[in-house]
């Protein structure tokens, strides 16, 4: 059994901050520490793609002060992180509508794609942001109408072709932070995901817990609806 893909719902910074009674901002930058150790870790597990919710649409509507605080983590984040990323022949894309964080941290993101890019990445890293799985289904409505294709015409390239997520499918779905839902994440993307909930926070999930995730998934049967 191959495992190619997998999805991480980063959820529990604000709750570390205020567990070790810090600011919500260090909590997000604890987040960033948390992701850089499990992208090495996929490098060495010979992961083809890492997916991460780092903001959704509904994020929108948190509090000024915090939305900036990620928008200069964003920012940061590539100027301090990218050389190693590239260093490591991991190919970072963002996706989801990010528009609203400035042109600035627009151009930044561009940038971070353009000299990361890779025919041939060791490791595909894809960043949600402004991302809500509802919204990219609207839009992938709209392009089929804008672009007038038949309904007979309609698959899952089709799909897959006009969605904003660069992954077709995802094999194994991580959450950390202890709630049990998917929040609008690659809803359709996850139809034959395996999904592990993970109470602790994200700031606190290690590459031991990833290896431990990547063992279950192995334990696990997957029969696509099939009887064996």
């Known amino acids: 059994m191959n495992l190619k893909n997998i999805a991480i719902i980063m959820d529990g910074n604000g709750r570390w901050a ?7 901002k260090e909590g997000h930058a604890r ?9 090495k870790e996929s490098v060495n597990q010979n992961i083809e793609s890492l997916t991460v919710y780092a903001f959704s649409t509904e994020n929108w509507k948190r509090p000024k002060s915090e939305v900036k605080a ?9 100027n301090n992180e990218l050389d190693e990323l590239i260093e490591q022949n991991v190919k970072v894309r963002f996706f989801g509508d990010y528009s609203n964080f ?10 971070a794609e353009e000299k990361s890019f890779s025919n041939k990445p060791k490791l595909r890293l894809n960043i949600a942001l ?24 309609i698959n899952d390239h089709t799909i897959n072709e006009l969605s904003q997520v660069p992954e ?7 959450r950390t932070g202890g709630d049990t ?9 996850i139809a034959y995901s395996e999904i592990h909930f993970v109470r602790k926070l994200w ?16 334990n696990s049967e997957r029969r696509f609806g099939e009887r064996t």
């Open 18 to 24: 205020k567990k070790n009674n810090l600011q919500i």
């Open 31 to 39: 987040g960033v520490s948390a992701l850089k150790e499990i992208v």
């Open 70 to 78: 990620i928008n200069n983590l964003i920012v940061n984040s590539i």
């Open 102 to 111: 400035g042109k600035k941290t627009y151009e930044k993101i561009k940038f």
């Open 130 to 153: 402004g991302y809500g799985g509802k919204m990219d289904i609207i839009n992938i409505a709209r392009e089929v109408s804008r672009l007038k294709i038949k309904a007979s015409d």
């Open 168 to 174: 077709p499918s995802i094999d194994l779905l991580i």
């Open 181 to 189: 839902r998917i929040s609008n994440f690659l809803l359709y993307q």
């Open 203 to 218: 700031p606190d999930y290690s590459k031991k817990d990833f290896k431990r995730n990547i063992n279950k998934y192995f």
